[in-house]
């Protein structure tokens, strides 16, 4: 069994910068694939970020390309996520997801593909 513990969530302006965390326990991180994903009140949780457990391919949402960067350190078992240029539309609840995917190449997208999730860290971005 897979612990997902986000950190790193909080209030503040447009154009401020936020750096999630999400440490892994029960299992080591170099055999996840592992993605955020965010849900705004009244919404369906939507895809953010994802990176392959060999840290080579990434893939974004079109709305945080350029904003945004996922990156993982295997040996601190941790996954970040770096919010750069807020938005208010970025409010949400965020939360890491980790899959047991055999793939070490791929970058997943879908929810389906994530076996396990955080609690979620609320980020509110006020304008």
């Known amino acids: 069994q897979v612990q997902l513990v986000e950190s790193g969530g909080g209030l503040v302006q447009a154009g401020d910068s936020l750096r999630l965390s999400c440490v892994a326990s029960g299992s080591t991180l170099s055999s996840l694939a592992m993605g955020w994903f965010r849900q705004a009140p009244g919404k369906e949780r939507e895809f953010v970020a994802a990176i392959s457990r060999s840290f080579l391919i990434t893939s974004y949402t079109d709305s945080v390309k350029g904003r945004f960067t996922i990156s993982r350190d295997n040996a601190k078992n941790t996954v970040y996520l770096l919010m750069n240029s807020l938005k208010p539309e970025d409010t949400a609840v965020y939360y890491c997801?980790?899959?047991?995917?055999?793939?070490?190449?791929?970058?997943?997208?879908?929810?389906?593909?994530?076996?396990?999730w955080g609690q979620g860290t609320q980020v509110t971005v006020s304008s």
């Open positions: 997801a980790a899959g047991m995917q055999p793939y070490y190449g791929a970058a997943y997208r879908g929810p389906n593909d994530y076996d396990y």
